[in-house]
């Protein structure tokens, strides 16, 4: 089972769940978590200085920018907003990010207790005692958030007495006398009775794949879009030697952090489902349109595009309606007209892409993925080929809402789909 349907199939079981308690799907919403964030950010009070004796404070304004990184267990997602009138906000870019949260930290302390142990001991420990590797991921969990940029004094970290007893039966020695020579620690690590004592600095160097990725993307998104208010929510965010990082790095920002930060993404979502209309405008993920036939262009078109109609050669294409990049107005309509390829056909299908490229030109390529299809009837062929259906799409408040009308009949047929980023295109079309 990959990530991606476990997250699917994890939303659909709750959004079941929340329709079979009473709530109706009128009154449910979903919201981006870097949206959530940058809405609970914008109403925070952020212009009190650290270390300072002033108390001025203020609320961002009317045309300030400022950068949400939202750290959490997986993920770290930055997102730069703008305040617009109306104290509303305007999306400047797509989040950008990657695995860099709380848990790729978790990670290098494991690699580190595998090398500490040897895989043998290390392997067996987790595969027998499931329940004791978990509570020693609740112990460096809990040690992690208290490690500063600062701090000198060693962590003691307590071990599952399983440990000991595998370390043991395995390398017949005692865990005490052998874990630092054996694991190349000298000086680092130390055992005492059934605490492991660490050396701050290597404590500290289970962040640095984390930090080195988040503090160059930072730097690599500051020459593209420059803002003085960074803002750290998440639960990551709650590490004093993150933040301290950050402020170590960026002198000259104003970085803004608190100590429920892993709460504001979920604060964010109840202001947000309060007033959905504070978000006015979003950055394109990706390219979204519409497939058309078009007449083939011999030594234009590649061979592999043909597709033939009664007789005529045709080429299916990738018609427009929004850019990767692109800032789209909540409520933004985008319009165009299809005629029938076929003077036969009774119903009009008509697919409905996203791509990953600004500018597709065909459907087929990997770089589209199909969202869906929606089938306008038209019953009466005496227009022949000169019959029109006209599409309009509406980029909504987290949908893009498609509407197709019969020209002759008015009949209208509607769909829509999801703008919150499930939409991946990674995959082929189908």
Known sequence: ???????????????????????????????????????YCKELIVNHEENSQSSELSVLREGSKFMVVDMGGGTVDVTVRQVVEERKLKELNVATGGPWGGSKVNNNFMAFMCTLLSQEVWNK??????SEKLELEREFERKKRYIALDSDNRILIKLPSAVREVFKEITKKDLNNAVAIEGGYQGKVEMK????K????????FFDDSLNSIVKHLKKLLKVIETDTFFLVGGFAESPLVCETIRKTFPGKRIVSHDDAGLCVLKGAVLYGHNPKIVTARVCKYTYGTEAMRYFINGYDPDEQKVTIDGQPFCKIFVKH???????????????????????MTVMTIPVFVSTEKNPVYTSIPSCRLLGKVRVAMPDISGGINRKVIVNITFGESELMF??????????????????????PENKNS
């Open 1 to 39: 089972m990959t990530d991606r349907y476990k997250i699917v199939n994890t939303l659909f079981n709750y959004i079941i769940t929340v329709l079979q308690a009473g709530i109706t799907s009128k009154d449910l919403r979903l919201a981006l978590e870097p949206e959530a964030a940058s809405i």
């Open 125 to 130: 420990f987790c595969s027998d005692y499931m």
């Open 193 to 196: 009775r059934d605490k492991l």
């Open 198 to 205: 660490l050396d701050p600095k290597l404590f500290q160097s």
């Open 322 to 344: 929004a850019e990767m990049g692109q800032t789209v107005s909540i409520e933004d309509t985008s319009k165009c007209e299809l005629e029938a390829v076929s003077a036969t």
């Open 403 to 424: 509407e197709a009308i019969n020209a002759k009949s008015g009949e209208k047929v509607s769909a829509s789909y999801d703008l919150l980023g499930e939409n991946d």
